[in-house]
């Protein structure tokens, strides 16, 4: 049974050479920049893959009156350790190797930008918090952050169910940002 090119007709031998020819040099590219990737060292900055170790990560302090914002945080510092083999997160403090404990300081929504009625149309959420990252082997602090502001900015619309989505998907953003950095940070701290 023949195949039908686009034109409706049976390709030619020429399309057929073609064809394969593309297919071989995409194929010879890829392999190409496969072994050029592994060859120049290039490591995913997403993933510790040296010895197994295990981090106690504490619930965080809320002191906003946002409630299960610490839970929202602590579920997305969790998918990012995830992305590690070699990470585990583990419930309790005995024989962890590191503990990441944090406070969220402040939730904000301040006014920016106005129109022409003078009625706010964006808004800048503003979140604060401050975290450690510490070896509980040696008690030396490998990361400590005594502040930090995240902003993201929403839309403000006429519908209120419309804006409190903007602004429910604007604090997503902050936190798989923040966790995000966390996960990074400490990375660099453990492979020292």
Same mark, same amino acid.
């Given at each position: 049974?023949?195949?039908?090119?686009?034109?409706?007709?049976?390709?030619?031998?020429?399309?057929?050479?073609?064809?394969?020819?593309?297919?071989?040099?995409?194929?010879?590219?890829?392999?190409?920049?496969?072994?050029?990737?592994?060859?120049?060292?290039?490591?995913?900055?997403?993933?510790?893959?040296?010895?197994?170790?295990?981090?106690?990560?504490?619930?965080?302090?809320?002191?906003?009156?946002?409630?299960?914002?610490?839970?929202?945080?602590?579920?997305?510092?969790?998918?990012?350790?995830?992305?590690?083999?070699?990470?585990?997160?583990?419930?309790?403090?005995?024989?962890?190797?590191?503990?990441?404990?944090?406070?969220?300081?402040?939730?904000?929504?301040?006014?920016?930008?106005?129109?022409?009625?003078?009625?706010?149309?964006? $808004?800048?959420?503003?979140?604060?918090?401050?975290?450690?990252?510490? !070896?509980?082997?040696? %008690?030396? /602090?490998?990361? &400590?952050? =005594?502040?930090?502001?995240?902003?993201?900015?929403?839309? $403000?619309?006429?519908?209120?169910?419309?804006?409190?989505?903007?602004? !429910?998907?604007?604090? %997503?953003? /902050?936190?798989? &940002?923040? =966790?995000?950095?966390?996960?990074?940070?400490?990375?660099?701290?453990?492979?020292?």
């Amino acid at each position: 049974m023949e195949h039908l090119n686009t034109t409706g007709t049976t390709p030619t031998q020429t399309e057929r050479s073609l064809t394969l020819k593309l297919f071989v040099r995409c194929s010879l590219v890829l392999l190409v920049t496969s072994l050029i990737l592994a060859s120049c060292g290039y490591r995913n900055p997403y993933v510790y893959s040296g010895p197994s170790k295990s981090i106690y990560l504490t619930t965080w302090k809320n002191r906003t009156n946002l409630l299960q914002l610490d839970s929202k945080i602590y579920q997305s510092l969790i998918k990012w350790y995830q992305k590690s083999g070699s990470l585990h997160i583990t419930k309790t403090k005995e024989g962890a190797d590191y503990i990441l404990a944090g406070e969220i300081v402040s939730y904000n929504i301040p006014s920016l930008t106005f129109d022409a009625n003078n009625s706010t149309s964006r $808004v800048n959420l503003t979140l604060t918090v401050r975290y450690v990252f510490k !070896d509980l082997k040696t %008690e030396k /602090i490998l990361l &400590e952050k =005594s502040r930090e502001v995240w902003t993201e900015e929403y839309l $403000v619309t006429a519908n209120s169910n419309e804006t409190r989505d903007n602004a !429910d998907a604007a604090l %997503e953003i /902050i936190i798989d &940002e923040l =966790s995000q950095r966390i996960y990074q940070r400490s990375l660099v701290q453990i492979a020292e």
